[in-house]
T-cell receptor, first 109, second 114 residues
């Protein structure tokens, strides 16, 4: 069983829809990261969470440590939000990141 | 712009060759992590350096090595290259190695072994 599971693997939405991507994990962590990877390949850090909730613009990330679950929400989605969203756990001796398999999001105009 | 610089952006080389990938972390960041992204394995941790010292190794092959220099830039050396080494190689920097500070990623080096 993978340490980190993301769902869904693929998500297609219409512009303006509210989007939720889920991440469940099975190990102890120091923090959880949400990353965005664009088609060109570059990775951008969206959030780092160790508890509670964070908001940045139209993006909201939450984490429930007890349930070992995190969600990334996108409000009023836009075609430019189309990307792969990756959940990553900071754990291990070096707090290196262990990555989920990613969610491919496509937002249609 | 994350502030992390990776060079080169693209690299095409033949099997059996040796290449060096370079990473300059964000100003002030002491930690450098190297990750490999391949189609079949996804993103995987290779190695971590903190302030010049190796701190942890992940799924890094013996043909691969890395170092972090006094100016904190890091190099990942890949030798005896095989077709399966073709991948995107990312470095990420953070202020420390606690996992409680944000990670900033470079744009990656796309390595193609032919």
């Amino acid at each position: 069983k993978n340490e980190v599971e993301q769902s869904p693997q693929n998500l297609t939405a219409q512009e303006g829809e509210f989007i939720t991507i889920n991440c469940s994990y099975s190990v102890g962590i120091s923090a959880l990261h949400w990353l965005q990877q664009h088609p060109g390949g570059g990775i951008v850090s969206l959030f780092m969470l160790s508890s509670g909730k964070k908001k940045h613009g139209r993006l909201i990330a939450t984490i429930n440590i007890q349930e070992k679950h995190s969600s990334l929400h996108i409000t009023a989605s836009h075609p430019r939000d189309s990307a792969v969203y990756i959940c990553a756990l900071a754990s291990g001796s070096a707090r290196q990141l262990t990555f989920g398999s990613g969610t491919q999001l496509t937002v249609l105009p | 712009d994350s502030g992390v610089t990776q060079t080169p952006k693209h690299l095409i080389t033949a099997t059996g060759q040796r290449v060096t990938l370079r990473c300059s972390p964000r100003s002030g960041d002491l930690s450098v992590y190297w990750y490999q992204q391949s189609l079949d394995q996804g993103l995987q941790f290779l190695i971590h350096y903190y302030n010049g010292e190796e701190r942890a190794k992940g799924n890094i092959l013996e043909r691969f090595s890395a170092q972090q220099f006094p100016d904190l830039h890091s190099e990942l050396n890949l030798s005896s290259l095989e077709l399966g080494d073709s991948a995107l190689y990312f470095c990420a920097s953070s202020a420390d190695g606690t996992g409680l500070t944000e990670a900033f990623f470079g744009q990656g080096t796309r390595l193609t072994v032919v």
